[in-house]
């Protein structure tokens, strides 16, 4: 059993930042691509950013040059660096990851609870 946990969400101004974190727990070996998803009610789940295990990444075009994913395997946890946020950045942020090696064997496609990021003045 696999899980994520987010966490660094919360209230910010426009213009300030916040940084997401997103830990699997377990008794894990590895861990492929993680991404980040943010969802707001009435709308879609919406593809944020990504990162491979080869530090490989992709964004939003709205976020690019203004968050930044990054990863400590060490640690089994994936970072996202919200700078100069927006109100229309407010949603709950979601963590998946597409595979996790673990001592039980493989775990496809794992998705976080979500942590809220409201951008407010």
């Known amino acids: 059993q696999v899980q994520l946990v987010e966490s660094g969400g919360g209230l910010v101004q426009p213009g300030g930042s916040l940084r997401l974190s997103c830990t699997a727990s377990g008794r894990i070996f590895s861990i492929g691509t993680v991404a980040w998803h943010r969802q707001v009610p009435g709308k879609e789940r919406e593809f944020v950013a990504d990162?491979?295990?080869?530090?490989?990444?992709m964004y939003l075009d709205s976020v690019k040059g203004r968050f930044t994913i990054s990863r400590d395997n060490s640690k089994n946890t994936v970072y996202l660096q919200m700078n100069s946020l927006k109100p229309e950045d407010t949603a709950v942020y979601y963590c998946?990851?597409?595979?996790?090696?673990?001592?039980?064997?493989?775990?496809?496609?794992?998705w976080g609870q979500g942590t809220q990021v409201t951008v407010s003045s």
């Open positions: 998946y990851a597409d595979r996790v090696a673990t001592a039980q064997g493989p775990i496809f496609r794992s």
């Open positions: 990162i491979t295990a080869a530090d490989n990444t």
